[in-house]
């Protein structure tokens, strides 16, 4: 065989394998990771190429600073989850060094200095949908985060070796999904 085909054949092998090995952890993340729910807070959302999703904001993206990591802005970061009374994630620990569990992983921080809180910003921060249903799922989602609602809306993400994996988003205790097959009409 010539060199040049099998070098050819070995570049494709390879643009094949980094993508499959991706797919590969997220799935066994979403398969066997632990689970955690995170309360969620309103946000706006259109990608051009991935689609229309919801975009999610999370109560435990914003932490106190217990003390100064000494952090440059957009640094990444591992944090420690565990669950709080009421079962939804909180941040328990920020390290720059990394941490092992299937309650860690790994997010970008900066820090807000004038109310000296720690933003992160999660690895799943958008909940994609189908184009018929996402517009639809984002007037629900609104309104759940509504601070007048009485609704509840969280997400359902599970960890595993250090990846988390956003494996589905409900609202008053249903998957979106159902919610928006038992609520066909757009909330107020």
């Not at 996402?134 to 990846?163: D, F, L, M, T």
Request: aromatic share 12%; hydrophobic share 40%; no cysteine.
């Amino acid at each position: 065989m010539n060199v040049r085909v099998a070098l050819l054949i070995a570049v494709g092998l390879v643009q094949l394998a980094v993508p499959g090995w991706m797919i590969f952890q997220q799935e066994q993340t979403l398969r066997l990771g632990q689970e955690y729910k995170f309360e969620t807070e309103p946000v706006d959302p259109y990608d051009l190429f991935r689609g229309r999703y919801v975009a999610l904001r999370f109560k435990a993206a914003e932490v106190g600073k217990k003390e100064s990591l000494g952090l440059a802005q957009e640094t990444k970061v591992y944090v420690v989850v565990k669950p709080n009374e009421a079962g939804f994630a909180e941040v328990d620990q920020v390290s720059k060094t990394p941490i092992q569990g299937d309650n860690v992983f790994r997010v970008t921080a900066w820090n807000r200095n004038f109310d000296k809180k720690l933003i992160l910003n999660f690895p799943f921060e958008r909940y994609y949908m189908e184009e018929s249903l996402a517009p639809k799922a984002e007037a629900a989602y609104r309104a759940a985060n509504r601070r007048a609602s009485s609704q509840k809306a969280w997400a359902v993400v599970r960890i595993r070796h250090g990846n988390a994996a956003l494996a589905d988003l409900f609202i008053e205790g249903q998957p979106i999904r159902d919610y928006l097959r038992d609520h066909p009409q757009p909330p107020k």
